[in-house]
């Protein structure tokens, strides 16, 4: 079947640091990919998207490819702020499914001053 | 941001009485979802709707119905609650695209 898997948290970092959240997929088809960030008190906000292989989403600095050869859609960014720290889901909607998200279980970052 | 808003924002009940929370939207967007978030679970869906009076269950339907008279008004029914019903639930809508937008949240005590 269809699901997502992101790599558990907590995740913790410094300010300035490198970011990368990892996220796989199982899907038949050609699902678009999304991630999905949740402040503290605050439902989920799209952050970023991307409907096709080797398609590049980005928004306030974050990036993640669709890569279809290893069915990845790894979340990054250059340098994070205290002001990141929130819970990220990766999601994926199945072609001509009524636009269903399926959902990764969610990961934590941490980023301190 | 999406015309999205849930009622109530917080509620406390007990085993055995119905509840009914409710999903508004003021985009007349098609598609309508209602999420459950607990801890290591993610978002699971409860059940989704296509269009007025058409739903469809979703992964963790049982003990939920859930009705859509009004293209703006999303309602979802815990007949009567248990507690493994505890949970922050969550309404999303979607329209031409496949985004969605998430209400703020409603989280649900069943004691």
């Known amino acids: 079947g269809n699901s997502v898997t992101q790599m558990e948290g907590p995740v913790t970092l410094s300010e300035e640091a490198f970011l990368t959240i990892n996220c796989t997929y199982t899907?038949?088809?050609?699902?678009?990919l999304f991630w999905y960030v949740q402040y503290p008190g605050e439902g989920l906000q799209l952050l970023l998207k991307?409907?096709?292989?080797?398609d590049k989403g980005s928004n306030k600095g974050f990036e993640a490819t669709y890569r279809k050869e290893t069915t990845s859609f790894h979340l990054e960014k250059g340098s994070v702020q205290v002001s990141d720290s929130a819970v990220y889901f990766c999601a994926l909607a199945r072609e001509g499914a009524t636009n269903k998200l399926i959902f990764g279980t969610g990961t934590l970052l941490a980023v301190q001053p | 941001d999406a015309g999205i808003t849930q009622s109530p924002r917080h509620k406390v009940t007990e085993t055995g009485t119905p509840v009914t929370l409710r999903c508004h939207q003021t985009?007349?967007?098609?598609?309508m979802y209602w999420y459950r978030q607990d801890p290591g679970h993610g978002l699971r869906l409860i059940h989704y709707s296509y269009g007025v009076k058409d739903t469809d269950k979703g992964e963790v339907s049982d003990g939920y119905s859930v009705s859509r008279s009004k293209t703006e008004d999303f309602l979802l029914t815990l007949e009567s609650a248990t507690s493994s019903q505890t949970s922050v639930y969550f309404c999303?809508?979607?329209?031409?695209?496949?985004?969605?937008?998430f209400g703020p949240g409603t989280r649900l005590t069943v004691l």
């Open positions: 999303a809508i979607s329209g031409s695209t496949n985004e969605q937008f």
């Open positions: 991307a409907t096709k292989a080797d």
């Open positions: 899907a038949t088809g050609y699902p678009s």
């Open positions: 985009e007349n967007h098609r598609y």
